[in-house]
């Protein structure tokens, strides 16, 4: 019987048949002091900007995080938000956020395409993290729209023993790029694995040795539920 990895930043409880492994460490970053050096007032954000964006929750909570640091910063919470996918907007709705647009196309071409026109007399702020593959910044940058930029976060590799290397003929899910860059650095990669990504960009990472899918949806339960059906057929 194959067994389901989930290569993810933090740990999902009450699945049994899913072993969650953390090949990665979120570090967030200072928000306000990012924001001063961008020449951007944390208390009075709109003089400078009038629309933010957000492709990860992670930004998301690197931004709520320096918000209850420092409250004088609550002016963010009126500011109309992009949005890339429906449980990021969730999260942002839930933290107090207005949400203006969710992406349809949960992928990062997809979701710049559906952007540019909105922001065209915008002035956004993206919320990042340090490394970036979507291309977004530069899409959005290319098509005349005045991006303002933030690293809100990073994802730092963990160095794994090998004892906790998935055993041969595992379904790995991996729900970012980065996951999967950890994973083979630590584990390199079993020829007997099958690998989900959770959208197109993660997909786009894997080596051609891979066999790999993507989800259906991009979210992690969805991942979850395909890499099920994979193990019905193939046992």
Wanted: proline share 6%; with cysteine; charged share 20%.
């Amino acid at each position: 019987m194959r067994q389901i990895y989930l290569i993810n930043s933090k740990a999902i409880a009450g699945v049994d048949d899913v072993e969650t492994l953390l090949v990665n460490h979120i570090q967030y970053y200072p928000i306000k002091k990012s924001l001063l050096d961008a020449h951007i007032s944390p208390i009075t954000p709109q003089k400078q900007i009038d629309s933010l964006i957000f492709t990860s929750k992670h930004a998301i909570y690197a931004l709520v995080q320096d918000i209850e640091k420092h409250p004088e910063m609550k002016s963010f919470f009126e500011i109309p938000s992009f949005v890339i996918s429906k449980p990021s907007a969730q999260t942002l709705q839930k933290n107090g956020f207005h949400v203006e647009f969710i992406g349809r196309d949960s992928h990062g071409d997809g979701f710049s395409s559906e952007i540019i026109p909105l922001l065209a007399h915008r002035k956004p702020l993206y919320f990042r993290a340090k490394k970036i593959i979507s291309g977004l910044d530069e899409r959005l940058l290319e098509a005349k729209i005045p991006l303002k930029q933030i690293v809100a976060y990073e994802n730092k590799t963990l160095s794994l023993d090998l004892a906790y290397k998935p055993k041969p003929r595992s379904v790995i899910i991996f729900t970012a790029p980065s996951n999967y860059h950890s994973f083979v650095q630590n584990f390199g990669w079993d020829g007997s694995y099958i690998a989900i990504a959770i959208g197109i960009t993660t997909f786009g990472v894997f080596h051609r040795e891979v066999e790999g899918y993507i989800s259906p949806e991009q979210t992690i339960q969805s991942c979850i539920e395909f890499a099920r059906d994979i193990i019905s057929k193939y046992p």
